[in-house]
Each structure stands twice: as C-alpha cells, then as structure tokens.
T-cell receptor
Framework: QVQLVQSGAEVKKTGASVKVSCQTSGYTFTSYNVIWMRQARGQGLECVGWISGYNGHANYSDSLQGRVTMTADTSTNTVYMELRSLKSDDTGVYYC???????????WGQGTLITVS | IMMTQSPATLSVSLGEGATLSCRAS??????VAWYQQRPGHPPRLLLY???IRATGVPARFSGSGSGPDYTLTIHNLQSEDLAVYYC??????????FGQGTKLEIK
C-alpha cells in the first residue's frame, strides 16, 4: 500500500535550519507531486509548498518563499523539506502528503513536530 | 480561494446525524475534498470530488454540493467520529486551501 514515512521530531534554536525527510513507497514516485503542509498546535492546515516527483520542480508559499527548499531523490523515492532562519512561529507539525490524480491529498505522512525556541 | 466552514464546533449525540458546511469564496466546480483528523493523527481523506468516498470510508459519510457550497453529512454518529473535519478546494491548482475546520464533539 501507499505509505509516506517522515523523519522524527526536531528541536531547534531560533535562526537555525531543519531538514525533514518523507520516504514514500507503494506507488510510482515520478508520477505524482508531494505536498508539504504544516499545522500549528490547535490550528488549521497551511500549505508550505509542493514538489514534482517527475522533475523535482517545486513551488513554495509566498509566506515561506526564500526560507524553504524542497528536493526529491528519485533513487530512494524520498522528498526533503529544508526550512532556514527558523522563527518561533514555525513551531508545529509538518506533514507530507501524496497528491491524488485530481488534487486531493492521500495518504499523509505521520507528521514531524518541529519545535523552535 | 477562501474556504469557510461552519459551525466551528458541533455537538451531536451518538447515533444521530451531523451536517457540516463549507463555503468557497468562488465556485470550485466540485473540486472539494473532506478530511477527518482525529486527535494526535494526520488528516485522513474521506471524500473527493465533493461526494466520492475514499477507499475504506464507511457509507455513513456522504458529501454533496456544487458551485461554492458543500456539505459533509455523517449518519449514525459513532464515538470514533470525534475529530476535526476539514474541507479543501483543489480547483485552484496548485494552491490548495483548507477551511479552518469543524470540531465534532460527542454530546
């Protein structure tokens, strides 16, 4: 079955960088985009950006433009998200999700808690 | 595209039904998905195309709507339905937006 497995929780200082991995399996990696979402504690879902498994092309949300980079490794079917110059507002759970044939997201990774202090 | 969900919180007794609403700031042509997020878990896809159930989703979950207005209906509420429910539009690819969520409480 399709699975997305993320790396573990991170605790970072303000101004530091963090890199989260999302290892995918069970589908043709190069045929789908992977989306990154984030969720502050008790809050809703915010789109961070997405990356094409086909050519590695990425698009980022305006609010994070310049601080985030997504990459895709087709040899391991893994997607990475790096967030730099961390702020306390970046604290939250970060999810990767496979984009469906039409744009819905299914399934989601288990989430990675990033704490910035 | 803004997605507005109502109500913010809904209290329903076990065995009863619940109706959750989602309104887009413009027509999204049934390009709407619904997700369930139980406490401590990632969101789970329930419906896409406004009314098509995802694999493994019980038939007591149904969706409807068109244009800007969409509804998720849950029949015969079970204790495991305690969750926050989000709607998402994917009409404006690739910039998907989510509603702020409806928290379903068991009365």
């Amino acid at each position: 079955q399709v699975q997305l497995v993320q790396s573990g929780a991170e605790v970072k200082k303000t101004g530091a960088s963090v890199k989260v991995s999302c290892q995918t399996s069970g589908y043709t990696f190069t045929s789908y985009n992977v989306i990154w979402m984030r969720q502050a504690r008790g809050q809703g879902l915010e789109c961070v950006g997405w990356i094409s498994g086909y050519n590695g092309h990425a698009n980022y949300s305006d609010s994070l433009q310049g601080r985030v980079t997504m990459t895709a490794d087709t040899s391991t079917n893994t997607v990475y998200m790096e967030l730099r110059s961390l702020k306390s507002d970046d604290t939250g759970v970060y999810y990767c999700a496979k984009e469906g044939d039409g744009g819905w997201l299914d399934p989601w990774g288990q989430g990675t808690l990033i704490t910035v202090s | 595209i803004m997605m507005t969900q109502s109500p913010a919180t809904l209290s329903v007794s076990l065995g009863e039904g619940a109706t959750l609403s989602c309104r887009a700031s413009q027509s999204v042509s049934t390009n709407v998905a619904w997700y369930q997020q139980r406490p401590g878990h990632p969101p789970r896809l329930l419906l896409y195309g406004a009314s098509i159930r995802a694999t493994g989703v019980p038939a007591r979950f149904s969706g409807s709507g068109s244009g800007p207005d969409y509804t998720l209906t849950i029949h015969n509420l079970q204790s495991e339905d305690l969750a926050v429910y989000y709607c998402q539009q994917y009409n404006n690819w690739p910039w998907y937006t989510f509603g702020q969520g409806t928290k379903l409480e068991i009365k």
